[in-house]
Each structure stands twice: as structure tokens, then as C-alpha cells.
């Protein structure tokens, strides 16, 4: 069965650091997401992403955030200079179509830890 | 904007017991709604889907029927068994204004099976 991967599975930085969070969508899919996960707090939705440009963000994905889809498989998070609270899990997912009805499918996510 | 709602964990059943996780959700269009299950250590994996009111959706001895009329959809399991120890996240899905999907997640509900 096809499956979101994410790279690494986690990884510590300093505060101040930049760092990069990988994922492979759904080879077919084309519309793609970050979403993150404070721990024992909810999910909450990041950004979306469709031919090449952001097509919606939360208030949460600042300036210190961008993505991109550097080749035809790749979809990364980027965050420039990290603070205590970025602190989370991250979950990529994709799915084949914009339609609320499409399940998104979900990577295993990042953890990152800022210390 | 949307919402989802889940009762607070964590609950704690013993093996055989019957379970009802609640959900209820506020949203301005006609979302689907979906179950997710985060087991220990792993991310977020579809567990169930309905699109449209009065769909029951169902997988693995999970069942939950999207009632419009009191805007719920509550996950019920008529056996949990300790495998089914998890993370249970309701959500919904919609469409924004410019076609693209947004997946809203509820807080989440631990359960606890116990032999």
C-alpha cells in the first residue's frame, strides 16, 4: 500500500538553528500538507501546498516557515531559526484531489526537539 | 470557522468492554469526517470515513454514523481488545473558498484496553 514517508524520524537542533523536514508523498497525489502536533496537545493544520505555491497557512506558519518541492517527489518544511516552541511533531500528508471527501494520508512524522 | 469536539481521556476498559468515544463538530459547509488512530510511537493512520450524513463508516470492529442532526459522529466498538490501545482523533475535512482541503482535528481521546 502506498505511503507518506518522513525523514528523519527525529531530530534535535539548537535554538536559533535552521532545519529542514523531509517527506515523499503519495506518488499520484498532488495536493500536499504540514501539519504539527505539540505534545499532548492537538493536530493543528500548518499549510497547504498545490502546483507549486502555498495554497493556504495558519497563523502559526510565520516567516520563519516556508516550504517547497524541490523535484518531483520531494515536499519540505523549512525552519529558518528555531525556537523552544517549535518543539513538536510534524506530519506531512497528501492527497490525490482538493475535495473535502479525499482522505489526507499521513506520513509516520518528524519529531523535532529544540533544545 | 470549524471545530471538532472529543470527550476528554483518557478511558480505561477493560478487554471485551464496549466503547463509545464521542464527537461532535461545528462547520459552516458539508464537511466529511473522519476517525484517525495514533498507536504509541507511530503517526496518524485513517482508521475510518463518511462523506455524507447518515454514512456509517467501519473498519476493524469500529463503526460511526455521521448524524447531521446533532452534528456528531461518534466511534463505537463493540469488543476492544488491548491492541486497540491508542490515540483516537476525531476530524473533519472541508474545502476552503479556493477549492483546497483543510483536515481540522479534534484533541484527541486515549484509550486504555487492560487485560
Known amino acids: 500500500e502506498p505511503e507518506v514517508t518522513q525523514t528523519p524520524s527525529h531530530q534535535v537542533t539548537q535554538m536559533g538553528q535552521e532545519v529542514i523536514l523531509r517527506c515523499v508523498p503519495i506518488?499520484?497525489?498532488?495536493?500536499f500538507y504540514w501539519y504539527r502536533q505539540i505534545l499532548g496537545q492537538k493536530v493543528e493544520f500548518l499549510v497547504s501546498?498545490?502546483?507549486?505555491?502555498?495554497?493556504?497557512k495558519s497563523e502559526i506558519f510565520d516567516d520563519q516557515f516556508s516550504v517547497e518541492r524541490p523535484d518531483g517527489s520531494n515536499f519540505t518544511l523549512k525552519i529558518r531559526s528555531t525556537k523552544l516552541e517549535d518543539s513538536a511533531m510534524y506530519f506531512c500528508?497528501?492527497?490525490?484531489?482538493?475535495?473535502?471527501?479525499?482522505?489526507?494520508?499521513f506520513g509516520q512524522g518528524t519529531r523535532l526537539t529544540v533544545v | 470557522g470549524n471545530s471538532v469536539t472529543q470527550m476528554e481521556g483518557p478511558v480505561t476498559l477493560s478487554e471485551e468492554a464496549f466503547l463509545t468515544i464521542n464527537c461532535t463538530y461545528t462547520?459552516?459547509?458539508?464537511?466529511?469526517l473522519f476517525w484517525y488512530v495514533q498507536y504509541p510511537g507511530e503517526g496518524l493512520q485513517l482508521l475510518l470515513k463518511?462523506?455524507?450524513?447518515?454514512d456509517k463508516g467501519s473498519n476493524k470492529g469500529f463503526e460511526a454514523t455521521y448524524r447531521k442532526e446533532t452534528t456528531s459522529f461518534h466511534l463505537e466498538k463493540g469488543s476492544v481488545q488491548v491492541s486497540d490501545s491508542a490515540v483516537y482523533f476525531c476530524?473533519?475535512?472541508?474545502?476552503?473558498?479556493?477549492?483546497?482541503?483543510?483536515?481540522?482535528f479534534g484533541t484527541g481521546t486515549k484509550l486504555q484496553v487492560i487485560p
Open positions: 500528508a497528501s492527497t490525490q484531489t482538493g475535495q473535502g471527501a479525499m482522505p489526507a494520508f
Open positions: 506518488s499520484n497525489h498532488l495536493y
Open positions: 501546498f498545490y502546483n507549486n505555491e502555498i495554497s493556504e
Open positions: 462547520a459552516t459547509g458539508y464537511p466529511s
Open positions: 463518511a462523506t455524507k450524513a447518515d
Open positions: 476530524a473533519l475535512s472541508d474545502q476552503n473558498s479556493g477549492g483546497y482541503q483543510k483536515v481540522t
